[in-house]
């Protein structure tokens, strides 16, 4: 893995200074199409497009405190770099239809109507839409007293623009007669999820929630319920802190077969999910649902190069074979629940430092990509298990 320095990012980030949550990095700037064809909700689509073999979805959360500063001090506003990252990858992608959905803050809107996320809808690497919603209607509080789930994101206004603009085969529902469907990737671009619906998440409406329960509400919106043994997703992507804890891959494994994510901090920004453009070409070979190991393998490769290069913080990326890491979660499940379980933690640890979880790695269904930081109680650490349990108390450097 070393040896991926050369083609890596090579400037490093000396100091990281005014974010909130974890560190970010830069992208460069991605070109925009020349134009857009801006549609109005309702627009009939006609009949599916069979020729399109895959769909890739992003939700870019931009509702936080995502502005961070270089060692040169220029200002970054990270989920603008991702949202460049989504549509380079959409420009490229000749064979997928790609949607983006840009979560931003909700200013005012109760007084004056207005938008507050941006869907992109490309086709065969074609910007055919931008279109600009209001995901805060979502949260009407009259709405919210009438069912509980309001309240709490779930993704519901993006997956419903989703379902009317879909240019494939709408998701399977459980009974129904098998028919082909395209191979779908989701990727979610945000802060750590929560554990509980307790946490606000959304810094301009801070009564709002998000949890990991609401996360696969809103897998089944877009994708259609799990029925075993098929599964909604090929891959799921989760760029954010804290998303390969086994609490979010047992809950995540019914709707992917494979997940990449980091048991670890990592910013919205730092998985590059770019190889997909590769991938996405008018080659149907690699749009097999088997082959999401090796589009995953790929991000979470060319993401760690460019990590490995730039960061002095410890870098953990893993990329989760779902049907092999749940059972060995399940079968070690008294080595990672407890009190913290279902409860927000205050702090996390390798898993492999539990007593009774083993040694996790590829045997168990996690492919790990990882580096010690350069400095703190780890920097001698040379492996991990893959996955990060929660604690009750801060660690303490004289615990090794």
């Not at 209607?137 to 009259?142: F, Q």
């Not at 009438?146 to 419903?160: N, Y």
């Not at 603009?165 to 082909?180: D, E, M, Y």
């Not at 301009?204 to 994708?223: E, I, K, N, W, Y």
Request: hydrophobic share 40%; aromatic share 10%; proline share 8%.
């Amino acid at each position: 893995m070393r040896s991926a320095r050369s083609w890596a990012w090579a400037a490093a980030l000396a100091v990281v200074a005014g974010l909130e949550g974890c560190a970010s990095s830069r992208l460069p700037p991605q070109s925009e199409t020349a134009a857009a064809a801006i549609s109005a909700p309702g627009q009939s689509q006609g009949p599916a497009d069979t020729s399109l073999r895959v769909q890739i979805i992003y939700v870019i959360h931009g509702d936080g405190g995502y502005v961070w500063y270089d060692d040169a001090g220029v200002r970054h506003e990270a989920d603008r770099e991702a949202l460049a990252q989504a549509r380079g990858t959409a420009e490229k992608a000749s064979a997928a239809e790609v949607f983006i959905f840009h979560q931003r803050p909700t200013r005012f809107l109760h007084i004056f109507p207005g938008s507050d996320g941006t869907l992109w809808q490309y086709r065969k690497g074609r910007l055919i839409r931008k279109l600009p919603y209001s995901r805060s209607r979502e949260y009407d509080p009259s709405a919210r007293s009438r069912d509980p789930s309001h309240g709490e994101e779930d993704l519901a206004v993006e997956a419903e623009l989703f379902a009317r603009f879909s240019a494939l085969p709408a998701p399977r529902r459980c009974g129904a007669s098998a028919v082909p469907g395209p191979v779908r990737i989701f990727c979610y671009f945000g802060h750590g999820i929560p554990v509980t619906g307790k946490v606000p998440y959304f810094r301009s409406r801070p009564d709002v929630a998000f949890s990991m329960a609401g996360f696969t509400r809103g897998l089944v919106r877009f994708g259609g319920p799990a029925c075993p043994p098929a599964k909604p997703f090929a891959l799921v992507v989760l760029s954010a802190c804290h998303g390969g804890t086994p609490e979010a891959t047992v809950a995540l494994a019914p709707f992917a077969d494979w997940i990449l994510a980091s048991p670890g901090e990592l910013h919205l920004s730092y998985l590059d999910t770019r190889a997909l453009a590769r991938l996405a070409q008018d080659n149907p070979a690699p749009f097999e649902a088997g082959q999401a190991g090796v589009w995953g393998r790929a991000i979470a490769m060319e993401s760690f190069a460019r990590l490995e290069a730039s960061v002095r913080t410890g870098v953990t990326i893993s990329l989760y074979e779902t049907e092999k890491a749940e059972a060995y979660l399940r079968e070690h499940r008294g080595a990672w629940g407890g009190p913290t379980l279902f409860a927000e933690p205050t702090g996390y640890r390798d898993c492999g430092e539990n007593a009774d979880f083993g040694a996790g790695g590829e045997a168990a269904g996690a492919m790990v990509f990882y580096q010690p930081p350069r400095f703190g109680i780890d920097r001698n650490k040379s492996g991990h298990s893959g996955w990060e349990c929660p604690v009750s108390e801060p660690r303490r450097a004289e615990a090794r």
